[in-house]
């Protein structure tokens, strides 16, 4: 009975070295599979270009002020830049009203009699002249301050696109001619990876004192506000095989 016991756990412990076995040479052709042997060159193309935005989104910050013992009220200054907005042809879904809470505070006025509301708009301009022209109709003294948002491009997704295209060209050809250097051949891309690396021009906040000139003719005021320069950079990393 002894004798048989023995022979029956070497049989187990057997049967479990086969079975580990398998496994592992299983694991090791699996994993001989995966590895990829092609002969491959990984190369970098780079695409820049810049553009000058054509949007710009500002926010105009218009404060209620005392001309002496008379009050200057925001609704009037309001008025003068709903009026200045129309006459530019600017349209209305271009036009809106960011903060409607410090003007409308009845408890701020109970509290301090002195206190002069403020109000904040959002406007997005797509021409320069329109936007000091607008400015100039506006009481110099009633505007609190200028905020540039943000700028864009209006064909901005197309530009990206192709520029996206010309980078990834320009790591194909070198690749190709590096290649060509050594007698070898380009194959067909194994990998590719995008980079951006655009940059955009900072949001500036402009004082009206900065910004605005009374002028006693109602042209135009001036405006150091400018449209700079969207630098768009876009890498491409990218993986080809060479083939013989």
Request: avoid cysteine; hydrophobic fraction near 35%; proline fraction near 2%.
């Given at each position: 009975m002894h004798v048989t016991l023995v022979i029956t756990s070497n049989k187990i412990q057997m049967k479990k070295l086969f079975i580990l076995a398998a496994l592992l040479a299983t694991t090791v052709g699996a994993f001989a599979q995966n590895v990829d042997l092609r002969r491959k060159i990984e190369v970098t193309g780079i695409a820049e270009q810049e553009v000058t935005p054509d949007i710009i989104n500002v926010t105009i910050s218009l404060q209620e002020y005392m001309?002496?013992?008379?009050?200057?009220?925001?609704?009037?200054?309001?008025?003068?830049?709903?009026?200045?907005?129309?006459?530019?042809?600017?349209?209305?879904?271009?036009?809106?009203?960011?903060?409607?809470?410090?003007?409308?505070?009845?408890?701020?006025?109970?509290?301090?009699?002195?206190?002069?509301?403020?109000?904040?708009?959002?406007?997005?301009?797509?021409?320069?002249?329109?936007?000091?022209?607008?400015?100039?109709?506006i009481d110099p003294k009633g505007i609190q301050s200028t905020n540039i948002e943000s700028y864009?491009?209006?064909?901005?997704?197309?530009?990206?696109?192709?520029?996206?295209?010309?980078?990834?060209?320009?790591?194909?050809?070198?690749?190709?001619?590096l290649l060509a250097a050594l007698g070898e051949k380009l194959g067909g891309a194994i990998n590719i990876t995008e980079s951006d690396n655009s940059s955009f021009p900072q949001p500036r906040v402009y004082a009206n004192t900065m910004m605005f000139k009374a002028s006693a003719d109602n042209n135009v005021g001036d405006s150091d506000i400018s449209f700079k320069t969207i630098k768009l950079n876009f890498q491409i990393q990218a993986v080809f095989e060479i083939v013989k």
């Open positions: 001309d002496g013992k008379k009050h200057i009220a925001i609704n009037d200054l309001e008025d003068q830049l709903e009026k200045a907005v129309k006459d530019a042809g600017i349209p209305a879904s271009d036009f809106t009203v960011n903060n409607v809470s410090a003007w409308n505070n009845t408890y701020q006025k109970k509290k301090a009699p002195d206190f002069l509301a403020s109000k904040q708009y959002g406007l997005r301009v797509r021409d320069l002249n329109k936007f000091n022209q607008i400015m100039s109709k864009d491009y209006s064909k901005m997704a197309d530009l990206k696109r192709d520029l996206k295209i010309k980078a990834l060209l320009a790591a194909r050809d070198k690749a190709t001619y």
